[in-house]
């Protein structure tokens, strides 16, 4: 039984197997995310996406991501949005948390149909909240494990 086929018979994939023999080298040349378990976010490769909504809300308000993972945020509305994680922005200081050593973001003014991306490096706790609508209530959280 040759090594495709003892690794098929331990359940796993074509794409686990080919990473496990070196033939999923293009990982490098712009398939960053080619050899990761599937369901496994690989560090840069967008993890989990979050839209923002008409009434006003991060959806969904709360993800989690492994240290290195990212998140893109998507105003899929045609109300002005932000995605701001910088206490120095907030008018209520309980919108933002941020964890020791992690850098503040913000997305700037964000269009209908704009995207934006943050790649979390530290663990720990993010709050964040949309300059524009912090007064409503939109505020989001992403955990970094």
């Known amino acids: 039984m040759g090594a495709w086929e003892r690794a098929r018979g331990a359940g796993y994939g074509r794409r686990e197997i080919l990473c496990m023999l070196g033939l999923a080298s293009l990982s490098a040349t712009g398939l960053l995310g080619a050899c990761a378990p599937a369901g496994m976010p690989v560090a840069g490769v967008v993890a989990v996406e979050v839209t923002m909504t ?30 701001t994680g910088d206490p120095a922005k ?51 959280k992403v955990t970094v494990r």
């Open 54 to 83: 008409d009434d006003l809300k991060y959806a969904p308000a709360e993800v989690t991501v492994p240290v290195g993972g990212m998140v893109r945020w998507r105003n899929t509305t045609p109300i002005v949005h932000t995605v």
């Open 90 to 140: 907030a008018v209520n200081p309980a919108n933002v948390k941020l964890p020791p050593g992690a850098q503040p973001f913000d997305s700037g003014e964000m269009p209908a149909n704009a995207v934006f991306s943050h790649t979390f490096t530290v663990p720990g706790e993010y709050v964040y909240f949309c300059i524009p609508h912090e007064a409503a209530g939109m505020v989001g």
